[in-house]
C-alpha cells in the first residue's frame, strides 16, 4: 500500500485532469495520479513525471492510501454516471473529514444531491467550477468552489496556488454552500454563451452586411481589443479571423462548418432562469442561435424554399459612413455585453435567494478577470459596482455602465435596425435592446396578458388604483368586478 505522501490527488488523466495535476505539480504540491485505465497514468509520468512531484497509483484504495488527512481528491470524469460512480468508490475507501472534489461540469442540482448524500456518510463533498479550458488548467484557472466552510480551510489554500492571477489576487473564492460553486459557473458559462455570439453577430454585419474579409474584420477586433471591450474573446476573434486553412489557403473561418456545438450549461442555465423568473433574454437567444445553426433539415429545406427577404447587403455613401457604422457596432457590441452580465448577475442573486446561498457578487466578478473564458478588463469596475452598492438592483443601474449604455444607445439602436432591414439576424443584439426598453418603460403591455388571462382562466389581476386580487365576469354584458382579497 502506498505511503501517505501526497497532500492533494486527482482522479480523471485526459486533458484537463492532466494538466491540473501538472499545475498542482508546478506549485510545490504533491499529487496523488489515478485514471481507470492506468496507461494515461503512466503517459503522464513519461512526459511530465519530472515536473513535479507525483505518486503514480494503479486502485483506488492504493490512491486513497497515499493522500495525507484531511484526504483531498479532485474529480475530473465524465459528468452524470461516471462521476457518480468514482464519487461511491472514492467515498467507501475515505475516512470522516475528508474532502472529494468534483472539478467537472456537473449540474449544480446533482451537486446539491451529492453533497447531502456525502455529508451524511461524514465527508466533505465540493462542486468546484473550473473555468479556463485545458490552458488554464494548466497555467492558472478561475476556480469556483462550492462546499462547506471547513473543507474551504483546507482546499483554500491549495486551490490559491494553482489559480490565475489578476492584479496581483488569486482567481478563486469560496463561493457558498453545496451546488453554489457548480451554479456560478454554470451562469458564467451562460454569458460565455451570450458574449460569443455578440461577437459572431459583429463578425456577421462586417462580413455579410459590409463585404469585409475575414483579415479586415480581424483587424477591427484587434483594434476594438484596445478599448473598453478588452477581453480574451475579442483578443482570441482577432487572431483566429487572421488564421488561414493550410490545406485550402483560404481564411479558416470560411472553412469551418456553421454548425455551433454547446454542451448543457447554457441550455441549464437558461432552464434554471425560468424557475427564478430571471429573464436572461441575452443567454437565451445566444443558446438558441447554437441549435438554429446545427438544424441541419430545417436549413437545407430553406435554401430549397427560397425564402424570400433583404439581400444582406448594407449600403453606404462614404468611407466615412461606413467606418462611422463600424463604431455603431462596437458600440452595440459593449451595450449588449453590459446587458447579458446584468441578466447573468441577476440570475445568481435569484439563485443565491432561492437556494440560501450567500454569494459575494463582487468576488465573483473578481475571480472572472483572470483564467476564465469571460476574462475582460471591464470586470474590474463590475466588481467596484457591486462593492460600492450601486448594482445592487440591477449592473445596468450603476453610474458607470448606466452612462455606457446612455452612450451607446443611438448606434444601438441603429445597428438593430439595420440588421433587420437588410436581412442579416441579430438575436442577441435586438433581444439586448428590448430588455433595456422593457426596463425603462414605465408600463408594459403585461396589463393584456393579465386581463385575457383573468378573462379565459379567472386567474384574477391586481389594480393600479387601490391594493387586493380582482376578477371580472367578462362574458356578461355588464361586466361587474368582484374583488377577491386584500
Same mark, same amino acid.
Given at each position: 500500500?502506498?505511503?501517505?505522501?501526497?497532500?492533494?490527488?486527482?482522479?480523471?488523466?485526459?486533458?484537463?485532469?492532466?494538466?491540473?495535476?501538472?499545475?498542482?505539480?508546478?506549485?510545490?504540491?504533491?499529487?496523488?495520479?489515478?485514471?481507470?485505465?492506468?496507461?494515461?497514468?503512466?503517459?503522464?509520468?513519461?512526459?511530465?513525471?519530472?515536473?513535479?512531484?507525483?505518486?503514480?497509483?494503479?486502485?483506488?484504495?492504493?490512491?486513497?492510501?497515499?493522500?495525507?488527512?484531511?484526504?483531498?481528491?479532485?474529480?475530473?470524469?465524465?459528468?452524470?454516471?461516471?462521476?457518480?460512480?468514482?464519487?461511491?468508490?472514492?467515498?467507501?475507501?475515505?475516512?470522516?473529514?475528508?474532502?472529494?472534489?468534483?472539478?467537472?461540469?456537473?449540474?449544480?442540482?446533482?451537486?446539491?444531491?451529492?453533497?447531502?448524500?456525502?455529508?451524511?456518510?461524514?465527508?466533505?463533498?465540493?462542486?468546484?467550477?473550473?473555468?479556463?479550458?485545458?490552458?488554464?488548467?494548466?497555467?492558472?484557472?478561475?476556480?469556483?468552489?462550492?462546499?462547506?466552510?471547513?473543507?474551504?480551510?483546507?482546499?483554500?489554500?491549495?486551490?490559491?496556488?494553482?489559480?490565475?492571477?489578476?492584479?496581483?489576487?488569486?482567481?478563486?473564492?469560496?463561493?457558498?454552500?453545496?451546488?453554489?460553486?457548480?451554479?456560478?459557473?454554470?451562469?458564467?458559462?451562460?454569458?460565455?454563451?451570450?458574449?460569443?455570439?455578440?461577437?459572431?453577430?459583429?463578425?456577421?454585419?462586417?462580413?455579410?452586411?459590409?463585404?469585409?474579409?475575414?483579415?479586415?474584420?480581424?483587424?477591427?477586433?484587434?483594434?476594438?481589443?484596445?478599448?473598453?471591450?478588452?477581453?480574451?474573446?475579442?483578443?482570441?476573434?482577432?487572431?483566429?479571423?487572421?488564421?488561414?486553412?493550410?490545406?485550402?489557403?483560404?481564411?479558416?473561418?470560411?472553412?469551418?462548418?456553421?454548425?455551433?456545438?454547446?454542451?448543457?450549461?447554457?441550455?441549464?442555465?437558461?432552464?434554471?432562469?425560468?424557475?427564478?423568473?430571471?429573464?436572461?433574454?441575452?443567454?437565451?437567444?445566444?443558446?438558441?442561435?447554437?441549435?438554429?445553426?446545427? @438544424?441541419?433539415?430545417? /436549413?437545407?429545406?430553406? *435554401? !430549397?424554399?427560397? &425564402?424570400? #427577404?433583404?439581400?444582406?447587403?448594407?449600403?453606404?455613401? %462614404?468611407?466615412?459612413?461606413?467606418?462611422?457604422?463600424?463604431?455603431?457596432?462596437?458600440?452595440?457590441?459593449?451595450?449588449?455585453?453590459?446587458?447579458?452580465?446584468?441578466?447573468?448577475?441577476?440570475?445568481?442573486?435569484?439563485?443565491?435567494?432561492?437556494?440560501?446561498?450567500?454569494?459575494?457578487?463582487?468576488?465573483?466578478?473578481?475571480?472572472?478577470?483572470?483564467?476564465?473564458?469571460?476574462?475582460?478588463?471591464?470586470?474590474?469596475?463590475?466588481?467596484?459596482?457591486?462593492?460600492?452598492?450601486?448594482?445592487?438592483?440591477?449592473?445596468?443601474?450603476?453610474?458607470?455602465?448606466?452612462?455606457?449604455?446612455?452612450?451607446? @444607445?443611438?448606434?444601438? /439602436?441603429?445597428?438593430? *435596425? !439595420?440588421?433587420? &432591414?437588410? #436581412?442579416?439576424?441579430?438575436?442577441?443584439?435586438?433581444? %439586448?435592446?428590448?430588455?433595456?426598453?422593457?426596463?425603462?418603460?414605465?408600463?408594459?403591455?403585461?396589463?393584456?396578458?393579465?386581463?385575457?388571462?383573468?378573462?379565459?382562466?379567472?386567474?384574477?389581476?391586481?389594480?393600479?388604483?387601490?391594493?387586493?386580487?380582482?376578477?371580472?365576469?367578462?362574458?356578461?354584458?355588464?361586466?361587474?368586478?368582484?374583488?377577491?382579497?386584500?
Amino acid at each position: 500500500m502506498a505511503e501517505a505522501t501526497a497532500n492533494i490527488g486527482v482522479v480523471g488523466l485526459a486533458a484537463m485532469g492532466s494538466n491540473l495535476a501538472r499545475n498542482l505539480a508546478h506549485h510545490g504540491n504533491t499529487v496523488a495520479l489515478y485514471n481507470r485505465h492506468y496507461e494515461r497514468t503512466e503517459k503522464l509520468m513519461k512526459e511530465h513525471g519530472d515536473e513535479g512531484q507525483f505518486v503514480p497509483t494503479k486502485t483506488v484504495d492504493e490512491f486513497v492510501a497515499s493522500l495525507k488527512k484531511p484526504r483531498t481528491a479532485i474529480i475530473l470524469v465524465k459528468a452524470g454516471a461516471p462521476t457518480d460512480a468514482m464519487i461511491q468508490a472514492l467515498a467507501d475507501a475515505m475516512d470522516e473529514g475528508d474532502i472529494i472534489v468534483d472539478g467537472g461540469n456537473s449540474y449544480f442540482k446533482d451537486t446539491i444531491r451529492r453533497e447531502k448524500a456525502i455529508r451524511a456518510r461524514g465527508l466533505h463533498y465540493v462542486g468546484c467550477g473550473v473555468s479556463g479550458g485545458e490552458e488554464g488548467a494548466l497555467n492558472g484557472p478561475s476556480l469556483m468552489p462550492g462546499g462547506t466552510d471547513e473543507s474551504w480551510k483546507t482546499l483554500g489554500p491549495i486551490l490559491k496556488t494553482i489559480a490565475a492571477q489578476a492584479e496581483g489576487e488569486p482567481c478563486v473564492t469560496h463561493i457558498g454552500e453545496n451546488g453554489a460553486g457548480h451554479f456560478v459557473k454554470m451562469v458564467h458559462n451562460g454569458i460565455e454563451y451570450a458574449d460569443m455570439q455578440l461577437i459572431a453577430e459583429s463578425y456577421d454585419l462586417m462580413r455579410r452586411g459590409m463585404g469585409m474579409t475575414p483579415d479586415e474584420i480581424g483587424d477591427v477586433f484587434t483594434e476594438w481589443n484596445k478599448t473598453e471591450l478588452d477581453s480574451y474573446l475579442i483578443e482570441i476573434t482577432a487572431d483566429l479571423l487572421h488564421e488561414k486553412d493550410k490545406k485550402t489557403g483560404k481564411p479558416l473561418v470560411d472553412v469551418i462548418l456553421d454548425h455551433a456545438g454547446m454542451k448543457g450549461t447554457g441550455t441549464w442555465t437558461v432552464e434554471t432562469a425560468l424557475e427564478t423568473g430571471t429573464p436572461v433574454t441575452a443567454i437565451a437567444e445566444g443558446v438558441f442561435a447554437r441549435g438554429l445553426s446545427s @438544424q441541419t433539415e430545417v /436549413r437545407d429545406e430553406a *435554401a !430549397k424554399q427560397n &425564402l424570400t #427577404g433583404p439581400s444582406g447587403k448594407l449600403e453606404f455613401a %462614404s468611407d466615412d459612413e461606413r467606418k462611422a457604422f463600424i463604431e455603431d457596432i462596437r458600440q452595440a457590441l459593449y451595450a449588449s455585453k453590459i446587458v447579458s452580465y446584468a441578466q447573468g448577475f441577476e440570475e445568481i442573486s435569484d439563485g443565491a435567494k432561492q437556494y440560501d446561498w450567500k454569494i459575494d457578487l463582487a468576488a465573483v466578478a473578481r475571480i472572472w478577470r483572470g483564467g476564465c473564458i469571460i476574462r475582460a478588463q471591464f470586470l474590474n469596475v463590475v466588481s467596484d459596482a457591486f462593492e460600492s452598492g450601486a448594482a445592487n438592483v440591477s449592473l445596468l443601474f450603476a453610474p458607470y455602465f448606466k452612462t455606457a449604455v446612455e452612450k451607446a @444607445q443611438d448606434s444601438w /439602436r441603429r445597428v438593430v *435596425a !439595420k440588421a433587420a &432591414l437588410c #436581412g442579416v439576424p441579430a438575436p442577441v443584439f435586438s433581444t %439586448s435592446l428590448s430588455y433595456y426598453d422593457g426596463l425603462r418603460s414605465k408600463r408594459l403591455p403585461a396589463t393584456i396578458i393579465q386581463a385575457q388571462r383573468d378573462f379565459f382562466g379567472a386567474h384574477t389581476y391586481g389594480r393600479v388604483d387601490e391594493p387586493g386580487t380582482f376578477h371580472t365576469l367578462w362574458a356578461q354584458e355588464d361586466r361587474p368586478e368582484e374583488k377577491m382579497s386584500d
